[in-house]
Structures are given as C-alpha cells and as structure tokens.
C-alpha cells in the first residue's frame, strides 16, 4: 500500500503561488511527504498580486495563521469591495462590496423587493442596503462584533486583505520552511521525462543538482516552465474578450489615512488600480497596448497618485487566458503558470486559493487516475471560465463611448453563459448561481446594478407583499444599516490599535 502514496513534491517557484502552495501542502500532509521548493532570484517574482478577496480569511483559518499577527507583517489593511469610477460614463461611481444586500425574505433575495420600491421611487440607490458599500467611502471599518444579535449586519462583516506582495510571500516562506518545506535557490535548466509515458521524472538546476520526484506543481509564473515549455500544454487566448494585455505599476507614497476598499477607475484605454497600504499605495493601469502606447499610460498614471512615486514605473506583459489543462500528467500549475485573469476583481490570488484546495480534495496517488486529473481540470475550467465572464461584464455592459477602447469593449460579442445571466437580470432582476462559481448573487447584482443593467420587472412573488409593508420593509433594512455604519469604527484608527506594522519595509 505505502508504495502508492506520493512521496516527494517538487514545487517549481517561490512567488504567492509556490509559498502558498508550499504552505498549505506541508500543513495538510505534515511530514508525510517531502515537500522541495526551488525558486530563483535572478529570475525573481512577478512582484504584484496585493489585493484578495475574502475567501483568504479561510486559507488563513486552514494554516492557524493569527489575523493580527499577519497584518502585521505584511503591511496589510482591509477590504471592504472594490470601488468602480467611471465604468459605466465618466463621472459614474459605485461599490461592489463583499458579504450582503439587506436581508433575504421568503424565498426572494432582498433585492426583488428593492427593485419594486426603487421603479416606484420609493428606494435610493442599491448601495445604502449593504453595510459594506455604505461604510467604505466613509472610511469606516471593523471586525465581525461578537456582542450584537447574530441577525445584526455588524454580527458577520465580510472583508479581505489589502498586502505587500513580497512581504506575503516572505511571510508564508517563514511558515513553510517551520513545517518542513526545503527551499533551493537555483534555476531549472533541464527536465528529465519518464520514457515510459512522459511524465516529468526531474528537474535540472544549473548547479547540477537533480531533483526527482513523484508530483511537480509549477509555480513558475507566466513561463508555464513545466506545463507549457515542457508539457506543451497549449493555451486559450481570451484577449478578444478582455483586451487589456499589459499593466504598468508603480508605487507611491501614502496620503491621507488608507481607505478600506480597492479604487478602480475606468481610463481611455483600460483602467487603474488603487491598493492602500499600511507603508504605501499600489497603482497601476491595466491597459490594451493596441489602443494606447506605454509612453501615453505613464503620463497618466504618474499624473493620476496621490503622493511622490516611489519607484520608477514597470510594465508586466500578459496574455488572458487558460492552459487547456491545468493538471497535465503528473504536473499541476498554479498562479499564472496555469492562465491570467486580469486583475479587475482581485481573482488570481483566489485562483492559487481553489487550485491549492482542489489539489488536496483530489490528491492522487502514483497511479495519477485519469478520472481525478480529469475531476480537477473540468471544476478548474468552469470556475476561471465564470470569472472570466464576470470580468467581461464590467466591460461590456458600458455606456461609454469615448475612446475606441470602450467603443471596442461594449459592442464586442460576449460568450453565450453571460448573454444569458444578463438576459435573465434584465428580464426580472433574476440571478443563479451556478453550481461551485466564485461570485455570489450579490456580486454580480451590484455590477450589474453599477453598471446600469436595470432590469424592466421584478419577480412576481414580490407582489405578495402589501406595498405598505413592502417600503416597510425596505426603508427599514437602510435605517439599520445607516445606524451600524454610523457605530463603525475608522479603518485607519481600527488598524492604529489593532494590527500596525512595527517594521515598513519591503524585502
Ligand atoms: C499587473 C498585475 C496585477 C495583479 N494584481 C493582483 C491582485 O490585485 N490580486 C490578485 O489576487 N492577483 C493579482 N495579480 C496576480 C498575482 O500577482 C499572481 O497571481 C501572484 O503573484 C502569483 O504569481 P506566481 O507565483 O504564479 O508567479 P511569479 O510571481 O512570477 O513567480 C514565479 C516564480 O517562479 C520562479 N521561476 C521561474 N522560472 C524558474 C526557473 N527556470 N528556475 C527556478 N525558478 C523559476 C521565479 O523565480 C519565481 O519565484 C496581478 C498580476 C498582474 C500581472
């Protein structure tokens, strides 16, 4: 029996997906396994990858990662939803903020009854029905408060992590090598494949080692080292959907006190982000180099921080899209060596997150079963898909018309899955989730909603409630969540007492 069990896992890269990765393996499988990590400095990290969503509050439950404790070290503050200016026409904002819209009733998510009260002009905009979208441009922030009824919206905040990249991987690194893991440094310079089916039996470093083993996860980045250069794997090129295919990013100095949410705003030809951080903030501008010129996108980017650049700017290359196989023989890629999601919605860190779960949850034995590598690739490709078409939606549902990027985006053909859920909203403020998908129903409500997707009718049920009752009803769930927003804390004070960095700086 022992003969079957994966003994040696070799993890290509020290990025977020290598440590992350390496963390979690060495925890769930403890000394079971022998777990290498090789990674190399002259080839270095991609370096961005700060914002997450709030599925990383479990990974970090998974590993026993103390919350305080790691935002300490990472320089990290707190995410409340990412704010979108200028998406749907100059000078239009809205939040899509994480966790919950009011609260459902009967059958029917709240929203159904907003949409009534809102067409009757009897509701404000969707934003004051939702602790989190209320409470971000405020500045406002706090943990879960155990001392209120559980049905308060202060009793369950959903919030994620704003972190400096290299401090995170940093940090993970620390946790990996205490349980384990051993880290190379040295360049792969070879591959070594089994002849009898062309497995990966080991890697060459340019040292001369060589390191054998039973499984590989390429963490090697954009590269694909494994999966693509060795593999031949192949690609899905999805740059006709979502065209932005370079980023330029650069960090500046903080002004004013971090704000509890990520800023994009909608450019000529792409969009910039905003990550603030304990010890800086985050830009970049996410741009489709057929429409716009690097020269062009620096002017605006520099024009567009707040405080003093702190480095000079960098361009990061992309191709959107997925290997046709995440997990090819006995090689699994995670982070971009498995595809590229841009990162409009803070998704590849996620990516890393499900990829890493799911590679536990089917973890296979020397007999690499067709139908586990098979299991894994088909829940890998439904899930990238349906973020992909969360991300085309933002761009496509548009009414901008200003620039050929935007003229591009909103009159492109869109994969047929979202035709539909648009569709639907439209109709009747209809929306199901399917199956394992990421985003919630609230997710997509509020960009649909921020993106002025109105939808013509409500579902029938809701006229089952007397409108007395109905604006009740609703006019109630913006009173309360008005009262808990005015209870909050400041984000900026929450993380002075809480969580501030003793050491600023980055590796
Ligand atoms: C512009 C941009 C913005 C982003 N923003 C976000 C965001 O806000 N939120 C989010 O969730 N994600 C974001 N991402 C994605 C995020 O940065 C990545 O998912 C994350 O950093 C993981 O990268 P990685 O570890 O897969 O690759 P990398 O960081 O590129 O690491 C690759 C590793 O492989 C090693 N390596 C490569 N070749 C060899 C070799 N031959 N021998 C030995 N070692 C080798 C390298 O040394 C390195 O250690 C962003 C990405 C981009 C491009």
Request: aromatic share 10%.
């Amino acid at each position: 029996m022992g003969d079957r069990h994966i003994r040696d896992i070799v993890i290509i890269g020290g990025g977020t997906a290598g440590w992350m990765a390496a963390a979690a393996l060495a925890k769930v499988l403890g000394r079971g396994a022998s777990i290498r990590l090789v990674e190399s400095e002259a080839i270095g990290t991609v370096g961005v990858g700060e914002a997450t969503v709030p599925h990383l509050k479990l990974f970090n439950k998974v590993l026993e990662i103390d919350e305080i404790e790691f935002l300490k070290q990472v320089q990290g503050t707190f995410k409340l939803g990412i704010e979108f200016v200028d998406w749907r026409r100059p000078g239009d904002r809205y939040v899509h903020g994480f966790g919950t819209i009011g609260h459902d009733y009967g059958m029917l998510p709240f929203h159904q009854f907003w949409i009534k009260a809102f067409n009757a002009g009897n509701a404000t905009d969707i934003g004051a029905y939702s602790l989190n979208t209320a409470a971000a441009p405020l500045g406002k922030f706090m943990a879960s408060a155990t001392d209120v009824p559980p049905a308060s919206p202060l009793a369950n905040i959903a919030y994620a992590y704003h972190f400096d990249a290299g401090l995170y991987a940093r940090f993970l690194r620390g946790y990996a090598e205490a349980r384990g893991v051993r880290r190379t440094e040295g360049k792969v310079v070879n591959t070594l494949l089994r002849d009898v089916d062309g497995s990966i039996e080991a890697v060459v470093l340019d040292s001369g080692e060589r390191i054998d083993g039973d499984l590989f996860i390429d963490c090697s980045g954009f590269r694909g080292l494994l999966i693509e250069q060795v593999l031949h794997t192949g690609y899905d090129d999805w740059t006709h959907w979502l065209p932005c295919d370079r980023a330029m990013a650069v960090p500046c100095e903080n002004v004013g006190p971090p704000t509890p949410y990520t800023r994009s705003t909608a450019r000529a030809s792409g969009w910039q982000w905003r990550i603030p951080l304990q010890h800086r903030t985050g830009n970049g501008y996410v741009y489709s180099s057929r429409y716009i010129s690097d020269d062009e996108v620096a002017a605006v980017l520099l024009k567009n921080l707040d405080g003093h650049a702190m480095a000079d700017p960098r361009v990061l290359k992309f191709t959107t899209g997925r290997r046709k196989k995440f997990w090819n023989k006995n090689c699994v890629a995670i982070g971009l060596a498995s595809g590229f999601l841009e990162p409009l919605e803070s998704t590849s860190i996620f990516l890393i997150q499900s990829g890493i779960t799911r590679l536990l949850n089917l973890f296979p034995d020397k007999g690499f079963s067709p139908v586990v590598i098979d299991r894994y690739n088909a829940q890998a490709t439904f899930e990238i898909e349906r973020i992909r078409d969360f991300l085309i939606l933002h761009y496509h549902a548009t009414e901008r018309n200003d620039t050929p990027f935007w003229n591009y985006c909103r009159t492109m053909d869109i994969p047929a899955p979202l035709e539909d859920t648009i569709g639907l909203f439209e109709d009747s403020g209809r929306f199901f989730r399917n199956a394992e998908e990421m985003f919630a129903i609230t997710s997509w409500v509020q960009v649909m909603l921020g993106q002025h997707i109105q939808p013509r009718n409500y579902h029938p049920l809701v006229d089952r409630m007397p409108d007395k009752q109905l604006n009740e009803f609703v006019g109630g769930v913006k009173n309360v969540i008005a009262t808990c927003v005015d209870a909050m804390p400041m984000h900026a004070a929450f993380i002075a007492r809480h969580c501030a960095a003793t050491a600023p700086q980055t590796p």
